[in-house]
C-alpha cells in the first residue's frame, strides 16, 4: 500500500498543475450530475419494493388511484351552495379534466352536473316520441285545413232547419216510445198468457179445496196427482220475472247510448276550445267558436243526467223481477211440502180440513192476480212513466238549439272560412318543422354538453329533496360550513408529476377568485411542500455548516492555508451530490443530514493530509507516512456505513449509499486536489518554503491540555476502562427501553403551513388516513361476495369503533343513486352499470370487475396502535372467500416500524463484525482490531443510555446512529493507533510515543472532531424535527468518541502495549521513505 501512495505522492510533486487540472475536470462532469437529484418522499422512500405491502398498494393504486389532493371551502352555507360558487367549482374541474395525472374529480358541482347529465339523457330518449307526435298532428292540422279549404261553405238557412228536424228528433216522448215499443207488446203479450194461465189454475186449487171438504179423507194417491198438475203454477212466475229482466236490460242500453252522446258531445266542445285558442288572432271567430264550445258543452251535461235518470228506471224493473221470482219459489216451497205430508202414514181429518181451506185461499188470489194481469195488457202502457224523468230535458234542448241558431245568424263568411284552412295549414307545417328539428337535436345529442343550472331555484331542486340535502352529496358538503372538492390522483405518479400537479390546482383555486376561504391541502400536498422545505433547508444547513466550521478551523487549526481543507470538502460534497444525481439515488428526509456528515467526515481527512505536510513538508512523504492510516480509516468508515444496506427501509440504504459515495470522493479529493495545491502553492511561493517550523512545533494551549490529559490517562487507565465499561453496560440496557418514532408528521417542520392545513382538515372532516381492504376474483360482483362485503364491514365497524371514522365500498354508491328502499340483484348490477357515473365508479371496483376496493377511513394513529390494528385486520380476512389483502400508506408506515426496529440492531452488529474483520486482516492482529474497535463499541453503549436520559425516540435516521458512530469513531481511533505504532517502532517507547501521537495527530484529531461537531450542530437548528434529534445525538456521539479518542483509547494503548508492538518489528521500516 505505502508503494501505491509513493508513487502517487511522486506524480503530484512532479506535476501538480496537470494533476490538479485532470481531477477538476473529472469533478465538473460529477459536479453537473447535481441537477439530476431529485427529492423523494413516495412509498417506495419507506418499504422495499420487492415487500407484499408495497407490491399490494402499488397494484392497488394502479387501479384505483393513490392519494387525493383536498380542497376544503369554508364559509357560510348560503355563501357555498350559492349558484356562482359553484360554477366557480365546475370551472376548476373544467381546467383539470385534462391533465392525464388525476384519477378523478370530485365535488358537489361535479355532482350537480352528474344529476343535470342524467336529467338530460332522460330529457334525450323523450325527444324521438315528441318529435313524431308533433309530426302527427301537424300533419293532422294540414289535413283539416285542406279539408276545410276544399268544401263550400254553407246555407246557414240550411243548418237551421237540420237543427229543428234534429229538435223533432229528440223529442224524449217520441224517443222512450220508440226505444220501448216492441219490449212493451212483448210483454203484454206475455202478461196474458200468464193471466188466462193464473186465472185456470185458481179454479183448479179452489175445485179441489171444495172437493176435499166435502169428502171423507181422500186417497193420498189421488191428492199427489192433483198436487202435481199445480207444479206448472212456477215457470209462469219465472217467466214474469224474465220479462221484468229484459225490461230492465232495455232501458240499461238506453241509459249507456244517452252516455256515450254525451261524451261524443264532450270531445267536440274540447275540440272546439282548442280551434278558439288558435285563431285568437280573429276575435269575431274566436269569440263564435267559443260560444259553440259551450253550447255543446251544457248538452252534454243535460245528456249525462238523463243517462243517470234511466239507471234509476232500471233498478225498479230489476226489483219486480226479484219479487215474482221470490213468489214463483215460495209456491213451488209449499207444493213440495204437502207432497211430502202425503208420503207419511196418511192425513187425518184436522190435516185435510186445513188443507182443503188452503187450497181455496191460494186459488182465490191466483184469481186475483190474473184479473189484475188481463187488465195490464187490456189497458195502456206497461212502461213506467218517464215524463217527470224527461221532463226539463226537452226545454234545455229546445233552448240549446235556439241558442245555436242565433249564433248562426251571423254566420261564418268565405274568407273567415278560409283564413281558418288557412291557419290550420301553416300550423301543421310549422309543427312538422318543429318535428325534423327535434329529430336532428336527437341525432346530434351525443356531440351536447350537459347544462349546469342556469339559475338558484334550480340549483336547490337539485341539491334538495324534501327540504332535506340529498345523500349523494354527503361526501362533499361536510357541513352547513364546508364542503370539498377530491382530486384524487393517479396511482404511483413521480414526485415531479405530483407537484404539477398541486401547482396547477393551486393556480386554477386562485384564478376563480372564490368568495370563500378555501385550503389545498392532503398527503400530496403535504410531500410537496415538504420537498420545496427540504431543499431550501438542505441550502440553510450547508451554508451554516461551511461557515461555523470555517471559524473552528481558524480557532483551533493552526496551519497556513487553514480554510483550503474546508474548500476542498465543500467541492467533493457538491460532487458527491453530482454522482448521486447520475446514479439515480433520491435525495430522501434522512438523507439531508449527509452533507454535514460528509463535511464532518471529509474535512478530517483533509486535515490529517494537511496537517502531515505541513509537518513533513513533501507530497510523497505525507502519503507515505499517513496515507495508509487515513485509507485503513476509510475502509473502516466505509465498512461502517455498508451495514447500513442490511436495513430494509429503502432510505436508510439510500442514505447508506451517499455517505459511502461521499467518504470515497472526499478521500480522492483530498489526495487529488489538497496535495496538488499545496505542492503547487510552495512550487510557485518562493518565500512559502519557509515553513517556520519553530511556530508549527511550538507548544499552544491545546498542546498542554493534550499533554495534560495524557499524563491523567496514564496514572488512571485501569479505572478509565472499568468506568467506561461499566457505562457502557448501562446504557446497552436504557437502549432496550428506548421507544421508536415513526410518525413521519412528527419529523416535519411543525411550523409549516401545509401541516397545519392538514391538521385542520382532519379536525373537520374526522380522517385523513386510509386502509383499504384490496379485493381480487375472477368475478366480485356476485351475490355471496356482496353480502360477504356487507359483513366484514359490519364486523370492521363493530371490532374497531374508536379507530374507524367511516366505511365506503360499492354498497354506499349503489345506496345514493338508487331511488327504491329494496332492490334485487338484477336491479343493484343495473344501477352500477347504468346510472353510477365512471368516475365514481372506477373509486370501487374496476372495469371488468374483477378487483374491488373497501376503503376504511381511520384515526391518526401511533404506530403501535396503528400495527396492531392492521394485524387484526389480517386476522378478521383469513377465512375471506376471495383473495384480499389490507394495504394503503398507513400499512407502509406499519412495515417501515418493523424495518427499523428489527434492523437497527442488526445494521450495528453488521458494520461491527465487518470493521473489526477488516482490520483483522489487514493488522494480522488480534489486539491491534480490538484497540481500534473496542472505544467505539463502549461509544455505541453509552448513546442508548443518553438517549433514554435524555427521552428520545428512535427515528429513521437515529436509527443509523450505532453504524455512523462506528464509521466515524473508528477512523478517528485508526488515525490516532497508526500514529502510536508508527512512533514506538521508531524506537521510542510508549511514554514518549504516547505523547508525540497526541501532540501531532492529536491537533489534527481534535480540529476535525471538533469541526465536525460544528457541522452537526447546525443540524439542531434545522426546522426538521428528525434532523434536530439526530443533530444532538450525533454531536453527543462525536464529542464521546473524542473523548474515548484521547481518553479511553490512551488507557487501552497504554494497557494492551505489550500485545500491539513486536519486537520483531524492524524500526528501520518506519524510518524508511520507499525512493523511485
Same mark, same amino acid.
Given at each position: ?131 313524431? =307526435?308533433? $309530426? #302527427?298532428? !301537424?300533419? &293532422? *292540422?294540414?289535413? %283539416?285545413?285542406?279539408? +276545410?279549404?276544399? /268544401?263550400?261553405? @254553407? ?41 188466462? =194461465?193464473? $186465472? #185456470?189454475? !185458481?179454479? &183448479? *186449487?179452489?175445485? %179441489?179445496?171444495?172437493? +176435499?171438504?166435502? /169428502?171423507?179423507? @181422500? ?214 318543422k318543429i318535428s325534423g328539428g327535434l329529430k336532428t337535436f336527437h341525432e346530434k345529442s351525443g356531440m351536447m354538453i350537459p347544462y349546469f343550472p342556469h339559475n338558484q331555484k334550480e340549483l336547490e331542486n337539485i341539491l334538495y329533496e324534501d327540504g332535506n340535502l340529498r345523500d349523494i352529496f354527503s361526501d362533499t358538503i361536510i357541513d352547513e360550513n364546508h364542503m370539498m372538492i377530491m382530486i384524487k390522483l393517479k396511482g404511483n405518479l413521480e414526485d415531479s408529476e405530483i407537484d404539477s400537479i398541486f401547482n396547477e390546482v393551486s393556480h386554477a383555486m386562485e384564478a376563480e377568485d372564490f368568495d370563500v376561504n378555501f385550503i389545498v391541502s392532503g398527503k400530496p400536498v403535504l410531500d410537496s411542500s415538504l420537498r420545496t422545505e427540504m431543499k431550501s433547508n438542505m441550502i440553510i444547513m450547508v451554508a451554516s455548516a461551511v461557515a461555523l466550521m470555517l471559524i473552528i478551523l481558524n480557532l483551533v487549526f493552526r496551519v497556513r492555508w487553514r480554510a483550503l481543507s474546508l474548500g476542498i470538502i465543500f467541492v467533493s460534497v457538491i460532487a458527491t451530490l453530482g454522482l448521486m444525481g447520475?446514479?439515480n439515488v433520491s435525495m430522501t428526509m434522512v438523507s439531508m443530514a449527509v452533507f454535514p456528515i460528509l463535511i464532518g467526515l471529509g474535512i478530517d481527512y483533509s486535515i490529517q493530509f494537511q496537517n502531515r505536510y505541513e509537518e513533513e513538508h513533501s507530497v510523497k512523504t505525507t502519503l507515505v507516512q499517513i496515507g495508509k492510516a487515513v485509507g485503513l480509516a476509510v475502509l473502516a468508515t466505509v465498512l461502517g456505513f455498508v451495514s447500513l444496506f442490511a436495513s430494509p427501509v429503502p432510505m436508510i440504504q439510500d442514505f447508506g449509499k451517499m455517505l459511502t459515495i461521499g467518504v470515497i470522493v472526499s478521500f480522492i479529493g483530498s489526495i487529488f486536489l489538497l496535495m496538488p495545491v499545496l505542492s503547487a502553492r510552495d512550487t510557485v511561493a518562493a518565500k512559502a518554503r519557509d515553513f517556520r517550523i519553530k511556530d508549527y512545533e511550538k507548544a499552544g494551549p491545546i498542546d498542554k491540555f493534550l499533554r495534560f490529559t495524557v499524563n491523567s490517562v496514564i496514572k488512571l487507565a485501569p479505572l478509565i476502562i472499568i468506568i467506561a465499561i461499566g457505562l457502557a453496560t448501562f446504557g446497552l ?344
Amino acid at each position: 500500500m505505502n508503494k501505491i501512495f509513493s508513487k502517487i505522492g511522486s506524480r503530484i510533486e512532479k506535476t501538480p498543475f496537470k494533476t490538479l487540472f485532470v481531477t477538476i475536470i473529472i469533478f465538473a462532469l460529477m459536479i453537473v450530475g447535481a441537477i439530476k437529484v431529485n427529492m423523494a418522499t413516495g412509498s417506495e422512500t419507506l418499504v422495499k419494493t420487492s415487500n407484499e405491502a408495497y407490491i399490494s398498494n402499488y397494484a392497488m393504486e394502479e387501479e384505483f388511484g393513490g392519494d387525493a389532493i383536498m380542497v376544503l371551502l369554508e364559509g357560510e352555507e348560503e355563501d357555498l351552495l350559492k349558484l356562482d360558487n359553484m360554477k366557480k367549482m365546475w370551472n376548476v374541474e373544467e381546467r383539470l379534466k385534462y391533465n392525464e395525472g388525476i384519477f378523478t374529480l370530485m365535488s358537489p358541482a361535479s355532482i350537480v352536473h352528474q344529476i343535470t347529465d342524467k336529467q338530460g339523457t332522460e330529457i334525450k330518449k323523450q325527444v324521438p316520441d315528441i318529435s313524431d =307526435g308533433l $309530426g #302527427e298532428l !301537424g300533419d &293532422k *292540422l294540414t289535413e %283539416i285545413g285542406q279539408e +276545410l279549404g276544399s /268544401k263550400e261553405l @254553407p246555407d246557414p238557412q240550411a243548418v237551421e232547419e237540420k237543427l229543428d228536424n234534429l229538435m223533432k228528433s229528440m223529442d224524449p216522448s217520441k224517443l222512450m216510445d220508440d226505444m220501448a215499443g216492441e219490449q212493451e207488446k212483448e210483454l203484454k203479450d206475455k202478461f196474458m198468457t200468464m193471466g188466462n =194461465g193464473l $186465472g #185456470e189454475m !185458481g179454479q &183448479k *186449487l179452489s175445485n %179441489i179445496g171444495s172437493e +176435499l171438504a166435502s /169428502k171423507d179423507i @181422500p186417497n193420498p194417491k189421488m191428492i199427489e196427482e192433483k198436487l202435481e198438475e199445480l207444479s206448472g203454477i212456477s215457470k209462469v212466475f219465472d217467466e214474469l220475472s224474465s220479462g221484468q229482466d229484459d225490461l230492465a236490460k232495455g232501458v240499461t242500453e238506453l241509459g249507456g247510448g244517452l252516455d256515450t252522446s254525451s261524451a261524443g258531445l264532450k270531445e267536440i266542445s274540447r275540440q272546439l276550445g282548442q280551434m278558439a285558442e288558435e285563431m285568437k288572432g280573429n276575435p269575431e271567430l274566436y269569440k263564435k267558436l267559443n260560444m259553440f264550445a259551450e253550447n255543446i258543452d251544457k248538452s252534454s251535461a243535460g245528456l249525462s243526467m238523463m243517462s243517470e235518470n234511466t239507471g234509476k228506471l232500471s233498478q225498479g224493473n230489476e226489483n219486480t223481477s226479484q219479487a215474482l221470482n221470490n213468489i214463483g219459489q215460495k209456491l213451488k216451497q209449499e207444493l213440495e211440502e204437502m207432497k211430502k205430508a202425503l208420503s207419511g202414514d196418511g192425513i187425518s181429518s184436522e190435516e185435510l180440513k186445513q188443507m182443503s181451506n188452503g187450497f181455496i185461499t191460494m186459488g182465490e188470489n191466483l184469481g186475483d192476480l190474473s184479473k189484475g194481469l188481463s187488465q195490464m195488457a187490456a189497458g195502456g202502457s206497461i212502461l213506467p212513466d218517464s215524463s217527470n224523468v224527461f221532463s226539463s230535458l226537452k226545454g234545455n234542448i229546445e233552448k240549446e238549439v235556439s241558442a245555436m241558431k242565433d249564433n248562426l245568424s251571423g254566420g261564418i263568411s268565405p274568407d273567415e272560412l278560409k283564413t281558418m284552412s288557412d291557419g290550420f295549414i301553416t300550423m301543421g307545417e310549422n309543427l312538422s318543422k318543429i318535428s325534423g328539428g327535434l329529430k336532428t337535436f336527437h341525432e346530434k345529442s351525443g356531440m351536447m354538453i350537459p347544462y349546469f343550472p342556469h339559475n338558484q331555484k334550480e340549483l336547490e331542486n337539485i341539491l334538495y329533496e324534501d327540504g332535506n340535502l340529498r345523500d349523494i352529496f354527503s361526501d362533499t358538503i361536510i357541513d352547513e360550513n364546508h364542503m370539498m372538492i377530491m382530486i384524487k390522483l393517479k396511482g404511483n405518479l413521480e414526485d415531479s408529476e405530483i407537484d404539477s400537479i398541486f401547482n396547477e390546482v393551486s393556480h386554477a383555486m386562485e384564478a376563480e377568485d372564490f368568495d370563500v376561504n378555501f385550503i389545498v391541502s392532503g398527503k400530496p400536498v403535504l410531500d410537496s411542500s415538504l420537498r420545496t422545505e427540504m431543499k431550501s433547508n438542505m441550502i440553510i444547513m450547508v451554508a451554516s455548516a461551511v461557515a461555523l466550521m470555517l471559524i473552528i478551523l481558524n480557532l483551533v487549526f493552526r496551519v497556513r492555508w487553514r480554510a483550503l481543507s474546508l474548500g476542498i470538502i465543500f467541492v467533493s460534497v457538491i460532487a458527491t451530490l453530482g454522482l448521486m444525481g447520475h446514479l439515480n439515488v433520491s435525495m430522501t428526509m434522512v438523507s439531508m443530514a449527509v452533507f454535514p456528515i460528509l463535511i464532518g467526515l471529509g474535512i478530517d481527512y483533509s486535515i490529517q493530509f494537511q496537517n502531515r505536510y505541513e509537518e513533513e513538508h513533501s507530497v510523497k512523504t505525507t502519503l507515505v507516512q499517513i496515507g495508509k492510516a487515513v485509507g485503513l480509516a476509510v475502509l473502516a468508515t466505509v465498512l461502517g456505513f455498508v451495514s447500513l444496506f442490511a436495513s430494509p427501509v429503502p432510505m436508510i440504504q439510500d442514505f447508506g449509499k451517499m455517505l459511502t459515495i461521499g467518504v470515497i470522493v472526499s478521500f480522492i479529493g483530498s489526495i487529488f486536489l489538497l496535495m496538488p495545491v499545496l505542492s503547487a502553492r510552495d512550487t510557485v511561493a518562493a518565500k512559502a518554503r519557509d515553513f517556520r517550523i519553530k511556530d508549527y512545533e511550538k507548544a499552544g494551549p491545546i498542546d498542554k491540555f493534550l499533554r495534560f490529559t495524557v499524563n491523567s490517562v496514564i496514572k488512571l487507565a485501569p479505572l478509565i476502562i472499568i468506568i467506561a465499561i461499566g457505562l457502557a453496560t448501562f446504557g446497552l440496557i436504557a437502549d432496550t427501553k428506548v421507544g421508536v418514532e415513526t410518525d413521519i408528521e412528527t419529523f416535519m417542520p411543525q411550523d409549516m403551513d401545509a401541516l397545519h392545513d392538514i391538521h385542520y382538515i382532519r379536525d373537520i372532516v374526522g380522517s385523513t388516513n386510509q386502509m383499504i381492504i384490496f379485493m381480487e376474483d375472477e368475478e366480485l360482483l356476485t351475490e355471496d361476495n356482496l353480502s360477504w362485503m356487507r359483513d366484514i364491514s359490519k364486523q370492521a365497524r363493530t371490532e374497531f369503533s374508536n379507530k374507524i371514522v367511516d366505511i365506503k365500498y360499492i354498497d354506499n354508491l349503489v345506496e345514493n343513486f338508487s331511488d327504491m328502499e329494496e332492490i334485487n340483484f338484477d336491479e343493484y348490477l343495473e344501477i352500477i352499470d347504468n346510472d353510477i357515473p365512471e368516475s365514481q365508479r372506477r373509486m370501487f371496483i374496476s372495469d371488468e370487475k374483477d378487483k374491488a376496493v373497501i376503503l376504511m377511513n381511520v384515526e391518526h394513529m401511533a404506530t403501535t396502535e396503528l400495527q396492531e390494528f392492521v394485524e387484526g385486520m389480517k386476522v378478521m380476512l383469513e377465512d375471506a372467500p376471495i383473495k384480499t389483502s389490507i394495504t394503503g400508506k398507513s400499512v407502509l408506515d406499519v412495515e417501515m416500524v418493523k424495518g427499523l426496529t428489527d434492523g437497527r440492531l442488526r445494521m450495528t452488529l453488521i458494520g461491527l463484525g465487518l470493521v473489526f474483520l477488516s482490520l483483522l486482516i489487514l493488522y494480522r492482529s488480534f489486539f491491534k482490531a480490538l484497540v481500534a474497535v473496542l472505544p467505539v463499541v463502549l461509544i455505541v453503549g453509552m448513546s442508548g443510555g443518553i438517549m433514554n436520559l435524555l427521552g428520545l425516540k428512535y427515528t429513521p435516521i437515529t436509527a443509523t446512529l450505532g453504524a455512523l458512530v462506528l464509521g466515524m469513531g473508528t477512523e478517528m481511533t485508526i488515525m490516532l493507533l497508526e500514529r502510536y505504532l508508527e512512533e514506538r517502532n521508531e524506537g521510542k517507547d510508549k511514554r514518549r510515543a504516547l505523547f508525540t501521537t497526541i501532540k501531532f495527530i492529536g491537533k489534527a484529531t481534535l480540529a476535525s472532531g471538533l469541526t465536525t461537531i460544528g457541522g452537526f450542530s447546525v443540524l439542531m437548528t434545522s426546522k426538521f424535527v428528525i434532523l434536530k434529534d439526530f443533530g444532538l445525538m450525533t454531536v453527543i456521539n462525536i464529542s464521546l468518541a473524542l473523548m474515548a479518542t484521547f481518553i479511553i483509547l490512551p488507557s487501552l494503548i497504554w494497557i494492551l502495549d505489550r500485545f500491539i508492538v513486536s519486537d520483531k518489528v524492524k524500526k528501520a521500516e518506519y524510518k524508511k521513505v520507499p525512493q523511485e
